[in-house]
């Protein structure tokens, strides 16, 4: 099936539920049911069996999804052949955080490099992740064949990375500054506002608290 037909949230949840396999496969879990899957992500077994309907995965469910299965089915859909290299532009605390959470996973994206202007940091392997100046940021995409950029920089830096993104010729961002990012078709991008988010939260937090008083 083409990616393209297949909506983000879609994707956000098959994403979910292989992490969930994954931590069930370790566990020697062989098979699991719809309406297990579904209540361990909140949702329902009719919204995971058609997501999993939609990508086209059938299976005999008398004893539910085989686990092992499942996860290279959707391992197919939203993987590439080969790993795709990232790298994190901003290498503070968030940027530290984000290098170890991913690398170490197992997954196909690979951090394998990253950028900050910082004289402490330049120059310097920070989790086994060699950190670059800025001024090389085209120069050691290419060498590097990344495709994918973490923006994990100070906010006010957040526009002025626009630009160099474009030049090097970056196919994805994943933006974790407050400042949404525009970038022309081509480059996918993602803005995630870690501020706004738990602000949602919080307002979800006051209304339960308001309505239960």
């Given amino acids: 099936m083409n990616g393209n037909n297949i909506p983000e949230k879609t994707i956000e949840r098959l994403s979910e539920y292989r992490r969930t396999l ?3 496969h370790k566990q020697g879990i062989t ?3 719809s309406h297990v899957l579904a209540g361990m992500h909140g949702i329902t077994a009719v919204q995971v069996r058609r997501d999993l309907m939609l990508i086209g995965f059938s299976s005999d469910t008398k004893k539910g999804y085989d686990v092992k ?3 290279d089915f959707i391992s197919s859909i939203l993987d ?6 990232v790298a994190v532009i901003g290498m503070g605390h968030l940027g530290q955080a984000i ?3 991913f690398n170490g996973k197992g997954l196909k994206l690979r951090i394998t490099t990253a950028f900050d202007v910082d004289p402490e940091k330049v120059g310097r392997t920070i989790d086994g992740i060699p950190c670059h100046h800025m001024d090389e940021f085209e120069q050691v995409v290419e060498d590097n064949d990344v495709s994918i950029v973490i923006l994990s920089s ?3 830096a957040a526009a002025t990375l626009v630009v160099p993104i474009i030049n090097a010729g970056i196919k994805g961002v994943l933006n974790f500054t407050s400042t949404p990012l525009n970038f022309p078709q081509g480059i996918v991008v993602e803005n995630y506002d870690i501020t706004t988010l738990l602000e949602k939260v919080a307002y979800f937090v006051k209304e339960s ?4 008083n």
């Fill in 22 to 24: 994954l931590a069930c």
């Fill in 31 to 33: 098979h699991i049911f």
């Fill in 69 to 71: 299965v499942l996860i």
């Fill in 80 to 85: 590439s052949k080969t790993a795709v290299n």
């Fill in 99 to 101: 290098t170890k959470y």
């Fill in 154 to 156: 100070p906010t006010r």
């Fill in 209 to 212: 608290e308001e309505s239960s």
